[in-house]
């Protein structure tokens, strides 16, 4: 029983961590092909570029929530006796604190689509479904790179602390 739990947390820390900070259509690419697509107007560029900045913000703040609540429950699973409730209650404030991020990227979404021309907005929806993956592209929108990273990370075995030779 102590096997099958840790071996679940440590995939859950393993897989979904990594995956979660992979660069999109809209991350890490700054003002990139999609700012040249939208035209915007210099004070657009401005309303924009503060709004991406806050976003970040929130977004650094958001990600040392997550980064701490995973160490948590690295700790949970070290102690001994694994406590299966307490791990059960960590991994479900994980996914919700991801959902909020999720939540977080959707309203900075928005709050840019309020700042556009119709023209402009039928661009930015194309970048919120390459991003979201709408559309029935889901893995197969993914660059090869993207599904090798995921396939390797997949393959490795788990380590790291909290995984203990007695498991």
């Known amino acids: 029983m102590k096997l099958s739990i840790a071996i679940f947390t440590l995939a859950v820390v393993f897989v979904a961590n990594p995956l979660?900070?992979?660069p999109g259509p809209m991350r890490g690419e700054g003002p990139g092909r999609i700012m040249e697509e939208l035209k915007l107007t210099e004070e657009q560029q401005q309303k924009f570029e503060?709004?991406?900045?806050?976003?970040?913000?929130?977004?650094?703040?958001?990600?040392?929530?997550?980064?701490?609540?995973?160490?948590?429950?690295?700790?949970?699973?070290?102690?001994?006796?694994?406590?299966?409730s307490a791990i059960e209650k960590k991994i479900k404030e994980i996914a919700d604190l991801r959902s909020q991020g999720t939540t977080l990227r959707l309203n900075h979404w928005f709050s840019v689509n309020k700042l556009l021309t119709p023209e402009q907005q039928k661009v930015w929806k194309k970048a919120l479904k390459a991003r979201v993956g709408i559309g029935g592209m889901g893995m197969r929108g993914m660059g090869e790179g993207m599904r090798k990273r995921m396939r390797d990370h997949m393959d490795r075995p788990m380590r790291g602390p909290g995984f203990r030779e007695q498991f």
């Open 20 to 22: 979660s900070a992979q």
């Open 50 to 84: 503060q709004m991406r900045f806050d976003l970040m913000k929130q977004m650094a703040a958001h990600r040392s929530k997550v980064a701490t609540a995973h160490v948590e429950l690295q700790e949970l699973v070290a102690k001994d006796p694994v406590d299966k």
